[in-house]
């Protein structure tokens, strides 16, 4: 895990998840971007083994706490995607109002390249 300047945190998930591990990757993430008015997280999940239920409920948590502009998932195989979705569509259900968008991509250029696009977009806006 690592913050990229301005706004992007890189997350990369290897093996199987413990969940402990999770959370405290949560408490990291949540420090670091505690006084950011926006964060995008960008999400390998390329290498990425079994994830329990405990690591879902994590995940969630995290997803929460971070409440990203936007998160670009790449490396994700059907299966993990199935469980990204599930995750933020429970976030979703329960009237939380995870703000940004959860794109899937096989190729890491290709989600940095999404995140760049959300980024000019908003910038954009913010200076009509």
Known sequence: MCFEPPDTCFVTYVGDLDADVVARM???????????????????????????????????????????????????????????????????????????QIKFFDRETDARAWLAEVRRRETMQRSA
């Open 26 to 100: 949560n408490a990291v993430l949540e420090e670091t971007t505690r006084h950011r008015r926006s964060v995008d997280l960008l999400v390998d999940l390329s290498r990425t083994g079994q994830v329990s239920e405990r690591v879902r409920r994590h995940a969630a948590f995290g997803m929460l706490l971070l409440n990203p502009r936007a998160t670009a998932v790449f490396g994700a195989d059907f299966h993990l995607r199935v469980v990204v979705s599930m995750i933020t569509k429970a976030i979703r259900l329960l009237h939380v109002d995870l703000r940004g």
